[in-house]
């Protein structure tokens, strides 16, 4: 599948558009924790290391997907708990939080604005399995790391306005 998807916010769900798999994403109140659901099949997901909540590096979907980045963990980023190692890469440009999933020729590049509306567009390239799964887990990732940095900022600015 080479065709661009969409990422939106209906109510309190996320919603892949542009995908023939039915799929969603509803996150969890804090942004730590998520449900995905690919027709039908519904997968939890995790935020690693609750302890960096400022700079939150990848997700763990329980037994299907591995997303961190290799500094932070030693065990790497994988498809399937001892399956093919993927490469993460999370990071910013031109307002945008940005993420890449590569597996040998094939890639997924995420951008979610930091400013506006929580609609993250996502570019797949190359032969993807489970590739709903694997764009909503990464999906997952940038919005609960725009999260994390909101509240760093409101952190940041309560504590100047009292000093």
Same mark, same amino acid.
């Given at each position: 599948m080479t065709g661009a998807l969409s990422l939106r916010r209906r109510g309190a769900v996320f919603v892949l558009d542009g995908s023939p798999s039915a799929a969603s994403l509803r996150t969890g109140r804090r942004m730590r924790s998520a449900e995905i659901t690919v027709d039908?099949?519904?997968?939890?997901?995790?935020?690693?290391?609750?302890?960096?909540?400022?700079?939150?590096?990848?997700?763990?979907?329980?037994? /299907?997907?591995?997303?961190?980045?290799?500094?932070?963990?030693?065990?790497?980023?994988?498809?399937?708990?001892?399956?093919?190692?993927?490469?993460?890469?999370?990071?910013?440009?031109?307002?945008?939080?940005?993420?890449?999933?590569?597996?040998?020729?094939?890639?997924?590049?995420?951008?979610?604005?930091?400013?506006?509306?929580?609609?993250?567009?996502? /570019?797949?390239?190359?032969?993807w399995p489970d590739l709903e799964l694997v764009a909503l887990a990464a999906a997952f990732a940038l919005l609960a790391r725009r999260r994390a940095e909101r509240l760093r900022a409101m952190a940041i600015a309560g504590a100047m306005g009292h000093g």
């Open positions: 039908g099949r519904t997968v939890e997901v995790h935020v690693d290391d609750h302890r960096h909540w400022t700079c939150p590096g990848g997700v763990t979907v329980d037994g /299907v997907l591995r997303l961190a980045a290799p500094d932070d963990d030693p065990r790497g980023s994988r498809i399937a708990p001892d399956g093919e190692p993927v490469g993460w890469v999370m990071g910013r440009e031109r307002g945008c939080f940005t993420a890449s999933v590569v597996r040998g020729g094939a890639r997924i590049d995420l951008r979610l604005p930091r400013r506006g509306g929580p609609q993250v567009e996502i /570019v797949p390239t190359g032969s």
